[in-house]
Structures are given as structure tokens and as C-alpha cells.
């Protein structure tokens, strides 16, 4: 009941980003190219027909009217041109709009609070939902509900020209049409239903394991699995093709379907006009319509066939990302009240916990004031980003009071792009111009590497940083931290992986900048819980000790952390990372 919910609230949600005139004129438009189709095929037949009947009688062919029904093909010509070019332009235009709306307000849902970390679980997943599923979800306007009320047009004009003749012929064309053209896709439909999930999740777990393979081809090799991995995706492709063969075999026999029930319409109209004729009650000319009539009358439903086909893949695509779309796309509150005043951070019987892991820390107090500066340390496992995702808010606390000014975190990970180096730091500062980004980087320390470089700003980065060195890409994160308006700077761990001459120089380089913010470092290294005034002790899920600058206590915790010797390792009584 819940997925069928969400998949109606979907539904609403599309019909709302297009409006339901766009979406609605763009189906008439289809069905009255359709129909002027059917009526110039129709009259012109019937032209035909009349223009030899009448030459068979010198008297009729002086009388006959031949400027009236050329001047109608020729209306009729020129208008199914036009409409079906207004046609193209509507719906393409309706429904690129709603995919580029839906896309933004996926982005937006995913912005909330633990996006992140699982953007970094599911990655190639929620890639996935992005593209392939949303892309899909056009099957259900452009092959679906636009050829359904095209066909619907076509068998109720059919039925309206067959009913002037015969009324009862009337209902039995439409009954016919109906019945055998939404029947045939419904059939259709329902048979292609598994194919179609089954080949769209063996495309998405072939895209999973082709990155895989491709990503890390050196550690599968290492560890002797890239013969394996390259089976998985065989495996895969295999799976793919085998639905491919269903869905090929099971369009082939829908076309013949179609092909069957036309043929079928085309005899039935053929009797039915011969037997209306030898009663003298429709002439030869509209009995060539009405066979030309039943001819067309069925090739609209067989535009159903493609997106009956793909309606497995939209139904999971809508029940992938419906829930997503129905939830929303106001991201929650980070904090419920401000801080106390003075206070850049305040938690109050704070416990902390991880969606199937339990409590992980609690009950915290921890207050911070304005411009100090903290170092949490603590065991690897023992909390200290997650505290760091509580304060900046992208881990909802299980309990207490969570408040804190707005903040800027640098995380572990220097996240870059494959966009200019300008692109890069505007995520920070998007209305910065030219000379505030210059600035952050020469407080960085890396405008002299870029302004060495022909294009500046506009030097293009490889994804993730590609061709910067660490230090670098650590540089550059720590200029997109200085652009940032915040007054609260939350570090994790900011100098990993750098060796001590170039962590030193970005230490120094960050507490110049730093001066009159709060600082919040999460650290195991002594070189940065130096720039502590207060260290913050996490042990067994609790503060279990914290000491001021200046005091025997802060230089007893400062020994349990790893000394920036030249091999970095740590002695055995420091705290591990």
C-alpha cells in the first residue's frame, strides 16, 4: 500500500512540474495529427473513388466539384504537418521539463541530513536513480499516455464515420478497436513486465561491476579476483542479453498481434461496406473511405507497443524514486535553537546513534565559545566524526539539545571536480570574485603554483582533484574553508596523509586564517591538536576527560597522541588512528 501510495503522490508530483494543459495539449495535439492522418487518407480515397465514378457519366463529370475536396486534402495535408511539428515541440518540451525538475528535486531530497554518507555507500546507485530511472520515466507520457488518447481519438472518429453509415457498425468498430488495441499492449505489457525489471537491474549491476573492474582493476589483480570479477561481469551481460532475447521475441509477437487484429478490422470493414453497398445505402466513394478508414484505424494502437515494452522499467523506475519524490524536498532543520549566547556550540544530554547500530555515544555536554578552539581525541571507532556530523548537522542526534552557529566542515577527504579551478572554490563562495578567490589561494599557499599556469582560474581539474598532488588538493580545501562566510570551522583529521613539512605549512597556514573563529579539530596528531586551547577526551562513547592549554593535564592527553616524527609512526602508548 505504502509503494502505491508513493507512486500516486509520483504521479501528482509530475502532473504539478509540467501543468496539466502542457501535458494534456501535447496528448490532443498527438491525436489530432492522428486524425487528420486517418480523415486525408479517408477523403482522399473517397476523391478518388467519387472523381472515377463521376468520369463514368459525361453529365456527373461536368458537374462534379473537384475543387472542394482538393482544397480539404490539401488543408488536411498541411495541418497534420503542423500539428505533429507542435506536437514534437509540446510534449518533448513537457517532458524534458519535468525530468530536469525531477532531477533538481532528487538533488535537493538527497541534501538532507546523512546524504552523504550514503552518497558514499551507494554511490553508483543513486547515480542510477539519476539517470537511467529518471530517463525512464518518460515512457510514461511519450509512449504511453500520448499514444493511449491518440488511439482513443482515432477509434472514436472510426466509430462516428462507421455509425453515419450504420449505427450498430458504429459500436462494433469501437468495441473492436478498443478492445483488440489497448488489449493487445495491456497483453503486451504484462508479458514484457519481468523482462523489462529484470533487464534494467542487470544493466544497472553491470554498470556497478564494470566500474568496479575498472576502477579498481590493480587491487583486484593484487588479490588475484580480477578472473573473477571479469565473470561477474560477463555474468551480467549474459542476463542482459537474455532479456533482451525475451523482450525482442516478445515485440515480434505483439507486432504480429497488431498485424493480425488490423487484417482482421480490414476484412470486417470490407464486408461490412460491400454489404451496405448492395442495400444501397452508402455509395462506391464511401465505401472507399470507410475501407481506408478501417486501414488506419489501427496503427495508432500499435504506437502503444513500445511503451507497453518499457512499462516494466517505468513501474521501477516510479517505485524506485517515488518515495524519494513524495517525501519532499525541504531539507530538516539543522539546529532546533541557537546557541546560548557566547556560545558557538552547546549539546545537552546529546546521545548519538547510527541507523542499525545502536547508541554509539551519550549523553554528551559540550559546550564551545565563541573563538575557542578544540581538539577531540580519542581511539579510532571512539566517535569523533560523528560528533563532527551531529554539530554541523548531518547526523540528527537521538536525544538532547543540539545548537550551533552555521559551520564550515573540511573533512577528511578533499571532495574536487571535474569543472575549473574558479568552479571548485565557488562551491564555497558562489558571488566571490576574481580577486577574493586569489586571495584564498594566496593565503593557501597555491597562487603562485596556478598563476605559473596559461589559463588561471579556468586550469581544469581532473575528477577528484586529478592532477594536483595531496598537498595541493588539501591546499585548495583549505581556500574554499577560507572563502566560506562561516564562523565555525569544523576539521577532521586535516592534514591525513601529508607529509610533516607540507602538513606543517598548511597548519600554519590554517591558524592565521583561523584567528577570532571557533576551531573544532577531530584529531590523532599532535601538530594539530597543538592549535588547540582545550582538548576534548571520547573514550567508551563519553567525554571522559578534557584539559586547558598551560596545564600538566593538556600536556598528559597531548602524549597520547601520534608525534610528527620523520617515519610518523606512532609509539606504542599513542592513541591509534
Same mark, same amino acid.
Given at each position: 500500500?505504502?509503494?502505491?501510495?508513493?507512486?500516486?503522490?509520483?504521479?501528482?508530483?509530475?502532473?504539478?512540474?509540467?501543468?496539466?494543459?502542457?501535458?494534456?495539449?501535447?496528448?490532443?495535439?498527438?491525436a489530432?495529427?492522428?486524425?487528420?492522418?486517418?480523415?486525408?487518407?479517408?477523403?482522399?480515397?473517397?476523391?478518388?473513388?467519387?472523381?472515377?465514378?463521376?468520369?463514368?457519366?459525361?453529365?456527373?463529370?461536368?458537374?462534379?466539384?473537384?475543387?472542394?475536396?482538393?482544397?480539404?486534402?490539401?488543408?488536411?495535408?498541411?495541418?497534420?504537418?503542423?500539428?505533429?511539428?507542435?506536437?514534437r515541440?509540446?510534449?518533448?518540451?513537457?517532458?524534458?521539463?519535468?525530468?530536469?525538475?525531477?532531477?533538481?528535486?532528487?538533488?535537493?531530497?538527497?541534501?538532507?541530513?546523512?546524504? =552523504?554518507? +550514503?552518497?558514499? $555507500?551507494r554511490? %553508483?546507485?543513486? &547515480?542510477?536513480?539519476?539517470? @537511467?530511472? /529518471?530517463? !525512464?520515466? #518518460?515512457?510514461?507520457?511519450?509512449?504511453?499516455l500520448?499514444?493511449?488518447?491518440?488511439?482513443?481519438?482515432?477509434?472514436?472518429?472510426?466509430?462516428?464515420?462507421?455509425?453515419?453509415?450504420?449505427?450498430?457498425?458504429?459500436?462494433?468498430?469501437?468495441?473492436?478497436?478498443l478492445?483488440?488495441g489497448?488489449?493487445?499492449?495491456?497483453?503486451?505489457g504484462l508479458r514484457?513486465?519481468?523482462?523489462?525489471?529484470?533487464?534494467?537491474?542487470?544493466?544497472?549491476?553491470?554498470?556497478?561491476?564494470?566500474v568496479?573492474?575498472? =576502477?579498481? +582493476?590493480?587491487? $583486484?589483480l593484487m %588479490?588475484?579476483? &580480477?578472473?573473477?570479477?571479469? @565473470?561477474? /561481469?560477463? !555474468?551480467c #551481460?549474459?542476463r542482459?542479453?537474455?532479456?533482451?532475447?525475451?523482450?525482442?521475441?516478445?515485440?515480434?509477437?505483439?507486432?504480429?498481434?497488431?498485424?493480425?487484429?488490423?487484417?482482421?478490422?480490414?476484412?470486417?470493414?470490407?464486408?461490412?461496406?460491400?454489404?451496405?453497398?448492395?442495400?444501397?445505402?452508402?455509395?462506391?466513394?464511401?465505401?472507399?473511405l470507410?475501407?481506408?478508414?478501417?486501414?488506419?484505424?489501427?496503427?495508432?494502437?500499435?504506437?502503444?507497443?513500445?511503451?507497453?515494452?518499457?512499462?516494466?522499467?517505468?513501474?521501477?523506475?516510479?517505485?524506485?524514486i517515488?518515495?524519494?519524490?513524495?517525501?519532499?524536498?525541504?531539507?530538516?532543520?539543522?539546529?532546533?535553537?541557537?546557541?546560548?549566547?557566547?556560545l558557538?556550540?552547546?549539546?545537552?544530554?546529546?546521545?548519538?546513534?547510527?541507523?542499525?547500530?545502536?547508541?554509539?555515544?551519550?549523553?554528551?555536554?559540550?559546550?564551545?565559545?565563541?573563538?575557542?578552539?578544540?581538539?577531540?581525541?580519542?581511539?579510532?571507532?571512539?566517535?569523533?566524526?560523528?560528533?563532527?556530523?551531529?554539530?554541523?548537522?548531518?547526523?540528527?542526534?537521538?536525544?538532547?539539545?543540539?545548537?550551533?552557529?552555521?559551520?564550515?566542515?573540511?573533512?577528511?577527504?578533499?571532495?574536487?571536480?571535474?569543472?575549473?579551478?574558479?568552479?571548485?572554490?565557488?562551491?564555497?563562495?558562489?558571488?566571490?570574485?576574481?580577486?577574493?578567490?586569489?586571495n584564498?589561494?594566496?593565503?593557501?599557499?597555491?597562487?603562485?603554483?596556478f598563476?605559473?599556469?596559461?589559463?588561471?582560474?579556468?586550469?581544469?581539474?581532473?575528477?577528484?582533484?586529478?592532477?594536483?598532488?595531496?598537498?595541493?588538493?588539501?591546499?585548495?580545501?583549505?581556500?574554499?574553508?577560507?572563502?566560506?562566510?562561516?564562523?565555525?570551522?569544523?576539521?577532521?583529521?586535516?592534514?591525513?596523509?601529508?607529509?610533516?613539512?607540507?602538513?606543517?605549512?598548511?597548519?600554519?597556514?590554517?591558524?592565521?586564517?583561523?584567528?577570532?573563529?571557533?576551531?573544532?579539530?577531530?584529531?590523532?596528531?599532535?601538530?594539530?591538536?597543538?592549535?588547540?586551547?582545550?582538548?576534548?577526551?571520547?573514550?567508551?562513547?563519553?567525554?571522559?576527560?578534557?584539559?586547558?592549554?598551560?596545564?600538566?593535564?593538556?600536556?598528559?592527553?597531548?602524549?597520547?597522541?601520534?608525534?610528527?616524527?620523520?617515519?610518523?609512526?606512532?609509539?606504542?602508548?599513542?592513541?591509534?588512528?
Amino acid at each position: 500500500m505504502k509503494r502505491r501510495h508513493d507512486l500516486k503522490r509520483l504521479l501528482h508530483t509530475l502532473d504539478a512540474m509540467a501543468g496539466r494543459r502542457l501535458w494534456l495539449g501535447g496528448a490532443l495535439l498527438a491525436a489530432s495529427t492522428v486524425l487528420m492522418g486517418m480523415a486525408l487518407l479517408g477523403l482522399s480515397g473517397w476523391f478518388i473513388a467519387a472523381t472515377a465514378l463521376a468520369g463514368l457519366v459525361p453529365a456527373t463529370a461536368l458537374m462534379f466539384d473537384v475543387f472542394m475536396p482538393s482544397a480539404g486534402i490539401r488543408l488536411l495535408a498541411l495541418g497534420r504537418t503542423g500539428t505533429r511539428y507542435v506536437e514534437r515541440l509540446v510534449t518533448h518540451d513537457a517532458t524534458l521539463a519535468v525530468l530536469a525538475a525531477l532531477r533538481e528535486k532528487l538533488f535537493r531530497h538527497w541534501s538532507r541530513p546523512q546524504a =552523504a554518507r +550514503q552518497l558514499l $555507500l551507494r554511490p %553508483a546507485r543513486l &547515480l542510477q536513480r539519476l539517470t @537511467a530511472d /529518471v530517463d !525512464a520515466l #518518460d515512457n510514461l507520457y511519450l509512449r504511453l499516455l500520448v499514444p493511449a488518447i491518440a488511439a482513443l481519438g482515432a477509434a472514436s472518429m472510426s466509430a462516428l464515420a462507421f455509425g453515419l453509415m450504420c449505427w450498430w457498425l458504429g459500436l462494433l468498430a469501437l468495441a473492436w478497436l478498443l478492445l483488440a488495441g489497448w488489449g493487445i499492449a495491456l497483453w503486451h505489457g504484462l508479458r514484457t513486465r519481468k523482462a523489462a525489471i529484470r533487464r534494467a537491474m542487470a544493466l544497472e549491476t553491470l554498470r556497478l561491476k564494470s566500474v568496479d573492474l575498472v =576502477a579498481g +582493476q590493480t587491487e $583486484l589483480l593484487m %588479490a588475484g579476483r &580480477l578472473p573473477a570479477q571479469l @565473470a561477474a /561481469v560477463q !555474468a551480467c #551481460d549474459a542476463r542482459a542479453a537474455a532479456a533482451d532475447e525475451r523482450l525482442y521475441r516478445a515485440e515480434a509477437s505483439a507486432a504480429q498481434a497488431y498485424g493480425l487484429a488490423s487484417a482482421l478490422g480490414l476484412s470486417a470493414a470490407l464486408l461490412a461496406m460491400g454489404w451496405l453497398v448492395e442495400r444501397q445505402q452508402i455509395g462506391l466513394a464511401v465505401a472507399a473511405l470507410g475501407i481506408l478508414l478501417a486501414l488506419s484505424a489501427m496503427e495508432p494502437f500499435a504506437g502503444l507497443r513500445r511503451g507497453a515494452a518499457e512499462a516494466g522499467r517505468t513501474w521501477l523506475a516510479a517505485r524506485r524514486i517515488g518515495a524519494a519524490v513524495a517525501e519532499g524536498d525541504d531539507p530538516a532543520p539543522r539546529a532546533s535553537v541557537p546557541p546560548d549566547a557566547g556560545l558557538a556550540v552547546q549539546l545537552d544530554r546529546v546521545r548519538i546513534a547510527h541507523a542499525g547500530r545502536g547508541e554509539i555515544l551519550g549523553p554528551l555536554d559540550l559546550h564551545i565559545r565563541e573563538g575557542e578552539r578544540i581538539a577531540l581525541i580519542g581511539a579510532s571507532g571512539a566517535g569523533k566524526s560523528s560528533l563532527l556530523s551531529v554539530i554541523a548537522g548531518e547526523l540528527p542526534a537521538a536525544s538532547g539539545v543540539v545548537a550551533a552557529q552555521p559551520c564550515c566542515w573540511m573533512g577528511q577527504r578533499t571532495e574536487l571536480f571535474h569543472d575549473c579551478l574558479r568552479g571548485n572554490l565557488h562551491l564555497a563562495a558562489p558571488d566571490a570574485d576574481d580577486t577574493a578567490l586569489w586571495n584564498a589561494l594566496e593565503a593557501a599557499g597555491l597562487a603562485r603554483d596556478f598563476k605559473a599556469l596559461p589559463q588561471g582560474l579556468d586550469t581544469m581539474l581532473g575528477e577528484g582533484g586529478l592532477g594536483l598532488s595531496g598537498g595541493q588538493a588539501r591546499r585548495l580545501a583549505l581556500a574554499r574553508l577560507l572563502l566560506h562566510p562561516s564562523r565555525c570551522w569544523l576539521l577532521d583529521e586535516a592534514t591525513e596523509g601529508l607529509d610533516a613539512g607540507t602538513a606543517a605549512d598548511v597548519l600554519g597556514r590554517l591558524a592565521q586564517a583561523a584567528a577570532g573563529r571557533t576551531l573544532l579539530l577531530a584529531t590523532h596528531w599532535q601538530r594539530e591538536a597543538r592549535l588547540a586551547d582545550r582538548l576534548v577526551l571520547l573514550a567508551n562513547g563519553c567525554i571522559t576527560g578534557q584539559a586547558v592549554r598551560g596545564t600538566h593535564e593538556y600536556e598528559a592527553l597531548m602524549t597520547l597522541l601520534r608525534p610528527d616524527s620523520p617515519d610518523g609512526r606512532p609509539r606504542a602508548d599513542h592513541i591509534q588512528g
